[in-house]
């Protein structure tokens, strides 16, 4: 007999552990986790992701491990109006809004920055009418 965990919390548990590794910070957390923790932890909204057994969406948010310099507060601000803009698909002004942030952060960008930034490119790019910004976790 083989015993195990499953089910969708599981699931879904799983899907955010490997989405660490693709989003390039250390721990992450659904947006219902964060609901749940006091003032004392500083998080940044990610983004809202997806994939099978995810319905709907889930947000995400990344857990800073330690204290936070009003810097780290300054570029998570600035982060969160970009996907907020993003996500309306004011892309070309969420493309300005990121700009400014990685240009603030030249000798160290931040992997989500970029990889928003780079969203927002390819979405331009395409100009398609049928823009998603739901992160999918089942496609590379």
């Known amino acids: 007999l083989k015993y195990g965990a499953f089910g969708g919390s599981v699931t879904l548990a799983s899907r955010v552990?490997?989405?660490t590794k693709r989003m390039g910070v250390p721990i992450l957390i659904t947006g219902s986790t964060r609901e749940k923790l006091d003032a004392?932890?500083?998080?940044?909204?990610?983004?809202r992701v997806k994939g099978v057994g995810m319905?709907?969406?889930?947000?995400?948010?990344e857990l800073s491990?330690?204290?936070v310099?009003?810097?780290?507060?300054?570029?998570?601000?600035?982060?969160?109006?970009?996907?907020?803009?993003?996500?309306?698909?004011k892309l070309s002004e969420a493309c300005r809004a990121l700009f400014?942030?990685?240009?603030?952060?030249?000798?160290?960008?931040d992997g989500p920055s970029l990889r928003l930034a780079a969203r927002a490119?390819?979405?331009?790019?395409?100009?398609?009418?049928?823009?998603?910004?739901?992160?999918?976790?089942?496609?590379?």
């Open 17 to 19: 552990e490997a989405a």
């Open 40 to 47: 004392g932890f500083a998080t940044r909204r990610l983004c």
């Open 55 to 61: 319905d709907p969406p889930v947000h995400i948010h």
């Open 65 to 67: 491990p330690s204290a």
């Open 69 to 89: 310099s009003a810097e780290w507060m300054a570029d998570r601000e600035a982060y969160e109006r970009a996907l907020d803009l993003f996500e309306r698909g």
């Open 100 to 109: 400014l942030l990685t240009e603030r952060q030249a000798w160290s960008p």
């Open 121 to 140: 490119f390819e979405a331009m790019s395409k100009g398609s009418t049928d823009f998603d910004p739901v992160v999918d976790l089942d496609f590379n």
